[in-house]
């Protein structure tokens, strides 16, 4: 069995089948860990949710910005905006079990896999860690708002996350603010302070930070108290690269003309698609 860490699709369809095709993805033994951003901004949103779909056992899929956007549009919570290119999956008949599907993703996906009889932890979130969270805080704020996505609060949570404020954990007035402030984390986050302060309005280099701010995987981080590996998307100007040897970067920017990359866990190795249209 072999496990494919992958980086934002956004509706690539055509090169996400050409990349599964090169690295000979099996369904009866290989996995898939998608960092979220499944769809929206490429021409193929509905291909490429169908498709995933129809292989979610083999899938372990973190939830990014913008399929939490699109769940809020399908909700009629949020209205669509002019970039947005998933209008397909809005007419298609089966959307609410597309809706469905998603609300009952993660915001991480943490496993054990064992390399050269060594194990090894991996962990995968769409944006990534901020400094100040443990493996513990991690996990249960990520299992809060999956509770709340799938409970009776879904559509409050969905309603109140968009906004750059508070970005400081210390600045949050209301539980909504708080619950607001850890989606950004999870979905949003590039530059930060060691205390977990956000910037949100640059999405430049990692070399071309924000007076005071560094990526969030410069500092030193809580949760590395534990051996563990970070798999993120979201940061396409990365290119995937972070000079980081625990903290890969898998979004190579395939939907802004690049390519769409999976790192193989089990050997490290990594395999390319460039962009077919």
């Excluded at 990349?19 to 369904?27: I, S």
């Excluded at 493996?135 to 968009?162: A, F, H, T, V």
């Excluded at 995987?217 to 993120?232: A, T, V």
Aim: proline residues 4%.
């Amino acid at each position: 069995m072999s496990s494919y860490a992958i980086g934002d699709i956004q509706g690539c369809y055509d090169e996400l089948k050409s990349l599964l095709n090169e690295v000979n993805f099996q369904t009866d033994k290989d996995e898939l860990w998608i960092c979220g951003d499944l769809i929206n901004r490429g021409p193929k949103s509905l291909e490429c949710i169908n498709f995933l779909y129809s292989i979610r056992e083999n899938c372990h899929i973190t939830l990014g910005n913008h399929d939490l956007h699109f769940i809020a549009v399908a909700k009629k919570i949020r209205d669509k905006s002019n970039s947005d290119t998933f209008q397909d999956i809005l007419k298609d008949p089966l959307i609410e079990k597309y809706v469905d599907w998603l609300l009952n993703l993660s915001f991480h996906h943490i496993d054990k896999i064992k390399i050269n009889g060594e194990v090894k932890t991996f962990l995968l979130t769409h944006a990534g860690v901020p400094p100040h969270w443990t493996k513990e805080d991690l996990i249960n704020n990520s299992l809060e708002l999956s509770e709340i996505l799938k409970g009776p609060n879904s559509e409050k949570l969905l309603r109140n996350m968009y906004g750059d404020k508070p970005n400081h954990p210390s600045e949050y007035n209301s539980n909504q603010e708080r619950l607001r402030l850890n989606i950004n984390y999870f979905t949003r986050m590039r530059f930060c302070k060691k205390d977990g302060s956000l910037n949100l309005k640059y999405k430049g280099k990692a070399n071309d930070a924000p007076k005071g701010f560094m990526p969030w995987f410069e500092h030193d981080l809580k949760i590395f108290e534990n051996p563990i590996h970070i798999l993120f998307g979201h940061w396409a100007a990365l290119e995937g690269l972070t000079g980081k040897r625990n903290v890969t970067a898998l979004d190579t920017g395939c939907v802004w003309g690049n390519k769409l990359s999976a790192l193989r866990l089990e050997d490290n190795r990594i395999f390319s698609c460039n962009k077919i249209n």
